[in-house]
């Protein structure tokens, strides 16, 4: 599997609209956490028609997020995807400094928190067919602090290099959930919930936010 390119980040307001979108924002997660699948498999994931996640999928290829997989073909009445990069990211520019860039980046921060916190009352609902041992090992918390910009900046940046030491840790130990040439579609299905990979190990949503408030 070719290897991704690093994280984007999001500039263009028309990339921003793009992703502003509940359904391609949901389908770029799925395919994240998939690494790569056909418009039917994505189209079982998020609960829509294999047409209608074709015609994002295009809109998403068009505007750099995914690509196509033609590597991973083994029936060519089939489509592979992939996303483009290891992520995206963006900030809201800042007030009066081209508004529709601004308006874009609320839409899409709006549309992400709302998948954010659709996942995690999917994670209430879910809970007890997990089991014991992820009931108790998920995480749910929050705290204050008082901290100047430079000092949350710093963290942020301490916090991601956690998150990369871990995701690299699984991905080195973890065999890739992309199927070879000589697998069929049907084949990369995902697991029951409880129920992943041999060693134990599921994709882990993690979210965070950290702002400035006045009590």
């Known amino acids: 599997m070719a290897p991704r390119k690093p994280s984007r980040r999001l500039e263009d307001v028309q990339d921003l609209r793009v992703m502003a ?5 949901r389908l770029y997660y799925a395919l994240t956490a998939l690494e790569a699948a056909t418009a039917s498999r994505l189209a079982e ?9 074709s015609y994002h999928l ?20 089939e489509r592979w995807w992939r996303p483009s990069t290891e992520g995206f990211r963006f900030s809201l ?8 860039a601004r308006a874009a980046a609320v839409a899409l921060q709006r ?3 709302a998948n954010q916190l659709e ?4 994670w209430r609902d879910e809970q007890p067919s997990w089991g014991p041992a992820w009931s108790e090992a998920a995480v749910s918390s929050d705290t204050l602090m008082r901290l100047t910009p430079d000092e949350l900046t710093a963290m942020d940046d301490e916090l991601h ?9 699984a991905r080195d130990r973890s065999p890739s959930t992309t199927p070879d040439q000589d697998t069929a579609p049907e084949a990369a299905e995902a697991p029951e919930p409880g129920r992943g990979a041999p060693d134990g190990r599921e994709h882990v949503f993690l979210f965070l936010h950290a702002f400035p408030f006045r009590p």
Request: proline residues 9%.
């Open 21 to 25: 979108h509940p359904l391609r924002v």
């Open 45 to 53: 994931s998020v609960g829509e028609s294999p047409a209608l996640v």
């Open 58 to 77: 295009r809109q998403l290829r068009d505007h750099g997020f995914v690509e196509e997989a033609p590597d991973l073909v083994s029936d060519r009445r």
């Open 93 to 100: 520019p800042e007030a009066g400094d081209v508004p529709e």
């Open 111 to 113: 549309t992400a928190l």
């Open 119 to 122: 996942r995690l009352e999917s």
């Open 161 to 169: 290099a956690v998150l990369r030491t871990y995701r690299e840790r």
